[in-house]
């Protein structure tokens, strides 16, 4: 009998083909457990926060990996931007349009749109010039004008989860709107201007090349966020058409998230801006879609979209601790430590003055335009809004990956750019991250803004109850009332005359075909009937 | 100005590293969502059901792809084992476990085992046996003695999901029981059978080999539900004991399909059977875990593992469709479509044997145990027993690809192996799945059991609905409760005197320690408590 015990038990039961990635899933997923525990018994903590959590839980097992393997390795998943951009950031940015309280966030529309779009272009254009003629008059590096401009559009992109986490929506609904929308829209933004920067003849620029990138920048945000409204329309209209009176749970919630992510996709293929597609879907889903389903599927995609959002967070901030330590790009630029330091410090230097240079005159500007003293933004807000821009994180990992590290690792100058990254997202996440909790309770010194802090369900649990106790129409019901405020200003400002209108259009036309609250008759066996059961 | 406007278009606002496989992406998502809607437009059909709706659409997109490209490939993705046995057979085969009937499936376990583990050893040994003579007898192909093993393992493989779609679980539960058991127990059984075979040398067979085969098998089984019982009662703690009193409804969702995933992958690290840890780990935490989460998070888990199960179907019905019309291999065998057709007969002729050879005698065994008339399986029943095991699917897809896909997909005989494969897939799944409603019409010719037929939901929605309006201690009231004729039979047959015992060792030690219903004590802001607001 030449049969060998141990090597029956390590084949039978399993297809080994490769073990190793088994171990590291393996591995992964406790992480993720992990810090969703520590995460939830960190919760009352005055510094603390989910993604610092993870960072930290990433590091160190980063530290654990680098001694087991004896200094060569500190991975468990090689970081790979289509893993980020394909299936991390989708439901990230979809579960933000579907949590997002639509009233707040449009009536502060234009206000976001000058602090996501041109705010972010005014800081992309201060990290830009400023790394070029500071690194030039050091002699610190040499890098063409195209990777001058990229480390703008790299450092242009925040990461503002930190701030959100601890911004109360109902407390501060204006600083939420603003902190969040500009977030999402400066994710847009960024990628956006990242992508336009590698595609352009950057050796003769002119005023001609200038119009035309702005041109081709408009008509990327036009055509993105019409194509997110349509698909989400398409499956208001499917699940309406198709599940009239006969509800199949499991199925709407299927469809939900297949064109949730189709929306994505569909960009992705025309070349559009995905984030700003599925963002602007989520919006048009939650208002029509989520209606039109049974009691069930609004509690399931809630919180499935919710769940996922969270999960792939977590996954991001851990991947990004673990990744810090990249062993590789580090041994490149020990040889420089102090010139590394000095690269990093600078460009965080400019990240602050770049934030500051937009948020404050913008504030100001935008000031200029409302009446209501309760519409504009304190000079504490604005200051909470620039704090909460300074962080940066895995969309700037993953853009400075996408330009410097396809080529080969060991080059010195992408080194260093990957590495004064990694530095300046973990200094900023960790160093600004832990300051958030107390700034805020410093600047905004309400009792209660801060009890239900870092929860990750931006909604009530009561909003929840409410609908699958009642008809479906409790919810939302104090934004469909108009409160006495939002008469006044109807009559004073040209926003609220948009939305009076836009409530008469969409009450009018849009809710009868797309369906929407209120607007789903009663028939036995729908949404509305089962709950009575 | 040396731009070209299209090239900017192409570049800004997407990565365009790999801009095929996000085509790809996008017709495989929209083909999702056309399986959906169109598996819901045909619910009420007297043929068809999902997964011969996914299977026909599938080979319609293989027909317009070979056409589009000029006859050069059929696929949109590449079939990976990886993809199947990594990320769509553990939501399946957990989503099993999480909606089984617990006190039905137990009743019958030792018939389950029976059929699933005894009765696929004797299918698989009559098709190695059968294959091997009749195929040397025509001189069909020369294959060696593991060629012949395997084959006789991926056709034991069986894939009742048509059959589960028809069946009703609360019209005639034994015989639900029987086949979802079997179902999952087969699935295990072939995959470890399947394994051991590639591991063992098969040049000398004698008893002791065969002896500690058997050895192994058992190993294999019982450390891998043990592995998943204790993953599901772990889980059950942690969520008891750290969110106690203090709920987070995005967090416990998370680690509950965090853990259930992580039960899977902690099988295949120690080379066990992953398919039946994540089955017993789902029945874990449908009895305990599932008992200590918010309402909300029942109903999101319920539903989410549902639709993600759902999706995985369709994905393999999709995909297998598609796969099925890969013409390098029908190319290679074209040349001898006689010797293909009758291979692929004797093969189907075998399963026919192989199923009826042990599903009448040991229905006739385990009915000589029974003594309450109800609890033995009628001759009919044991027809649809059969029946319902006479598909193959995905699992047998897999394994043939696993053996016979590996190397060059030019060699005659593994071109043969899998042809006959996909076409027994194909014939058994669109023939005699199109004929199982007919047949178990004619059967059982209840006059309310096709009420719910084809309903991708297991439970019905009121068991939703009724926990979420009282204290989420109404549901299975009817599976707590002795009903009489338990009653009686507890003092007549050794099963219930099993489940007395468990019973009190339930209520008496795992309940306290691990949560479960009725006793999670009342706490404000508990699952209990949330459901009064």
Known sequence: MAIDPSSIFSKLGAFTSDHDSIVSMNL?????????????????????????TALIIGLCTGVVILLTTGGKSSHLLVFSEDLFFIYLLPPIIFNAGFQVKKKQFFRNFMTIILFGAVGTLI???????????????FNLRRLDIGDYLAIGAIFSATDSVCTLQVLNQDETPLLYSLVFGEGVVNDATSVVLFNAIQSFDLSHINSGIALQFIGNFLYLFILSTLLGVLTGLLSAYIIRKLYFGRHSTDREVALMILMAYMSYMLAELFYLSGILTVFFCGIVMSHYTWHNVTESSRVTTKHAFATLSFVAEIFI??????????????RVVSDSPKKSVQFSS???????????????PLSFLSNLTKKSAHEKVSIRQQVIVWWAGLMRGAVSMALAYNKFALSNTKDKKNAFVITSTITVVLFSTMVFGLMTKPLIRLLLPSPKHLVRMASSEPTTPKSFIVPLLGNGQAIESNQSVPRPSSLRMLLTTPTNTVHYYWRKFDDGFMRPVFGGRGF??????????????
């Open 28 to 52: 992964f997923v406790a992480l993720l457990c992990a810090c969703i525990v520590i995460g939830h018994l960190l919760e009352e903590n005055r510094w603390m926060n989910e993604s610092i």
């Open 123 to 137: 800081s992309f254009g201060i990290i830009s010039l400023g790394a070029k003629y500071i690194f030039e008059g």
């Open 317 to 330: 901030f851990l991947y990004v601790g673990m990744d810090a330590l990249d062993i590789e790009r580090w």
């Open 346 to 360: 600078i460009l965080l230097g400019l990240v602050l003055i770049g934030r500051a240079a937009f948020v404050f």
């Open 520 to 533: 789903v008759p009663f028939v036995p066996g729908s949404p509305t009937d089962r709950s009575n059961h």
